[in-house]
């Protein structure tokens, strides 16, 4: 894709009109238009005020934007279960969010200190047996493998 494909692809994944993205950037919206059009080559100053404005790195103007959307079988496998998020919530957000991959982040950032509730109970399965829970997972993720 070409510097003006891609800064559109990455306009649209933010949901920004031409307009919007112009006044986000301190340029003229005929500036964006020829930029996305490649009807110009625009210069780093003017590519710096449109990372800056869509929240994106370099790579992403200059290589294809990676394609954030995830299948929804994939999206709900990879929400943390401890986000306690119902299917029908999960579907729709699936369906609404333009980048799946931040979002999926974002639970996981949130969640990653709290303790895991089901390690919590195989570890107390284990020593209800008298075993130690250490020992013993480590048997199994060794078995695992």
């Given at each position: 894709m070409s510097i003006g494909e891609n800064v559109k692809a990455l306009r649209l994944r933010k949901g920004l009109t031409q307009s919007q993205l112009a006044n986000a950037s301190g340029m003229q919206?005929?500036?964006?238009?020829?930029?996305?059009?490649?009807?110009?080559?625009?210069?780093?100053?003017?590519?710096?005020?449109?990372i800056k404005a869509l929240g994106c790195t370099a790579n992403d103007i200059f290589d294809k934007p990676a394609d954030s959307k995830m299948?929804?079988?994939?999206?709900?496998?990879s929400?943390?279960?401890?986000?306690?998020?119902?299917?029908?919530t999960a579907v729709v957000l699936w369906k609404q969010l333009s980048d799946h991959q931040q979002f999926i982040k974002q639970v996981r950032d949130t969640y990653k200190n709290d303790p895991d509730p089901q390690d919590e109970l195989v570890r107390k399965m284990f020593r209800?047996?008298?075993?130690?829970?250490?020992?013993?997972?480590?048997?199994?993720?060794?078995?695992?493998?």
């Amino acid at each position: 894709m070409s510097i003006g494909e891609n800064v559109k692809a990455l306009r649209l994944r933010k949901g920004l009109t031409q307009s919007q993205l112009a006044n986000a950037s301190g340029m003229q919206l005929t500036q964006v238009s020829r930029i996305e059009n490649d009807d110009t080559d625009a210069k780093a100053s003017t590519l710096n005020k449109i990372i800056k404005a869509l929240g994106c790195t370099a790579n992403d103007i200059f290589d294809k934007p990676a394609d954030s959307k995830m299948s929804l079988e994939d999206f709900i496998g990879s929400i943390d279960y401890r986000s306690g998020m119902d299917m029908k919530t999960a579907v729709v957000l699936w369906k609404q969010l333009s980048d799946h991959q931040q979002f999926i982040k974002q639970v996981r950032d949130t969640y990653k200190n709290d303790p895991d509730p089901q390690d919590e109970l195989v570890r107390k399965m284990f020593r209800d047996q008298g075993l130690d829970p250490d020992v013993e997972i480590e048997k199994l993720k060794a078995s695992s493998n």
